[in-house]
């Protein structure tokens, strides 16, 4: 290999690890932003989760509309992905998982014919209709990523049809697939039912309460429990599709943080390859040309 050839080479993989450094830099710090705000959200989810502990009794009678098992027709799945990649395996992870789930979903009992139960899916993030687009899946609409910054008044929208959608009974249950965020090194893609709301999605609210207060808040429950269970349920699966959309962006920034650290190394490692090599071959042409002079030298003697 030609000295100026292994110099554009070391050119250009530099130019490579300074883009996957910043590109690193910058995603450690939406991890960061993201995990704050998603801490800064719970205030609101403990008090929900305190008004459910008291409003215990009415939820195990399951009388609110929320709360009824239906005859299954058709389920939608959420499924929350990111609109841009350098995120690793992050997606795929999250879609192999998602595939994996709809199989269970789709297995029907034996009294049942599958021609009653339809799956149908509701990506949100444009790596995510693509995939499934192509894979041919039945996918009722779609949504674009809500960003970094994502407010409750975006998720607004969502939610809105996804209650909307289960009151009119097009949809007799409603799941959400995201990736929650454990660490900065993991990720794990998980699956809740967020219509009607059943007893594991409501402990992974209830779960938020304050265990240890040393004086429990006293309320005082007016019109009535079912009244006021019928206004915060709505509020719950808003703030649930929240949570979990703001726990997957902290994922992907994770994810893309750590994919652009590996990209850094193994171009790191090559630049030292290439600069061994460089040496090398600058080593040996000076040798030659050394050889070269003396040569001559010895002819002209």
Not at 3 to 24: P, V, Y
Not at 36 to 56: D, H, M, Y
Not at 84 to 89: A, D, N, Q, T
Not at 113 to 123: G, N
């Amino acid at each position: 290999m030609e000295l100026k050839e292994i110099r554009r080479k070391i050119e250009s993989i530099g130019n490579i690890e300074d883009l996957t450094g910043a590109l690193e830099t910058l995603s450690a710090l939406k991890m960061k932003k993201a995990q704050k705000v998603a801490l800064e959200s719970r205030c609101f989810a403990q008090t929900i989760a305190k008004i459910l502990k008291k409003l215990k009794p009415v939820l195990e009678k399951k009388e609110s509309i929320y709360l009824k098992e239906k005859r299954v027709k058709n389920s939608l799945v959420v499924i929350l992905t990111s609109d841009r990649g350098f995120c690793g395996s992050f997606n795929q992870n999250i879609l192999r998982f998602a595939e994996k789930e709809i199989e269970k979903l789709e297995a029907v009992p034996a009294h049942r014919s599958a021609l009653e139960r339809k799956i149908h899916l509701f990506p949100v993030g444009k790596k995510g209709a693509a995939f499934l687009k192509k894979k041919g899946w039945d996918i009722k609409t779609c949504s674009p990523g809500l960003g970094e910054a994502v407010s409750l008044a975006e998720v607004k929208s969502i939610s809105d049809f996804l209650i909307k959608s289960f009151q009119e009974d097009a949809f007799q249950r409603i799941y959400l697939i995201w990736a929650d965020f454990i660490s900065a090194l993991f990720q794990k893609p998980k699956l809740i039912r967020l219509l009607p709301l059943n007893r594991e999605s409501l402990d992974e609210l209830l779960r938020l309460a304050p265990q240890d207060e040393e004086k429990e808040e006293e309320f005082v429950i007016e019109p009535s429990p079912e009244i006021i269970l019928q206004e915060v349920i709505p509020q719950l699966v808003e703030y649930l599709i929240y949570q979990c959309i703001l726990e997957n962006n902290a994922s992907e920034h994770s994810a893309r943080m750590m994919a652009m650290k590996n990209a850094s190394e193994n171009a790191e490692k090559k630049l030292e390859i290439l600069r061994l090599q460089y040496n090398k071959a600058r080593q040996e042409g000076i040798t030659r040309e050394v050889s070269e002079i003396s040569s001559a030298k010895e002819i002209l003697e």
